[in-house]
């Protein structure tokens, strides 16, 4: 967390597409939940640069949830808009505690 804000990384294996669309997602959940974030987006390959601050991963790829300290959580609903609900609660719940 920095300067009392989650760090959020959202990402995909170019970094490019689909994190664009889970990005966008995702800041429009924390504002209407008014949580204050910072998010990075980025390719799967560049998310062990940022694990020593990251609070969450937000990730359409396939990833050993093992490998991280910090909870990921697969955004594919984003896309499919299957179980879209229950994906943005996971996030909820993540960025308030």
């Known amino acids: 967390m ?3 804000k989650k760090l959020v990384l959202v990402a995909c294996g170019t970094g490019i597409a689909t994190s664009t669309v889970v ?4 800041t429009k959940l924390a504002k209407k939940n008014n949580i204050q974030l910072e998010i990075i987006q980025c390719k799967i390959m560049e998310v062990p640069g940022y694990s020593d601050g990251a609070d969450l991963l937000v990730t359409t790829t396939v990833v050993d949830k093992s490998k991280y ?3 990921v959580i697969s955004a594919r609903a984003f896309l499919t808009g299957i179980g879209l609900e229950k994906v943005e609660n996971e996030i909820l719940v993540e960025l308030q505690r």
Do not use: L, T
């Open 2 to 4: 920095k300067n009392g």
């Open 23 to 26: 990005n966008d997602a995702v």
């Open 69 to 71: 300290k910090f909870p």
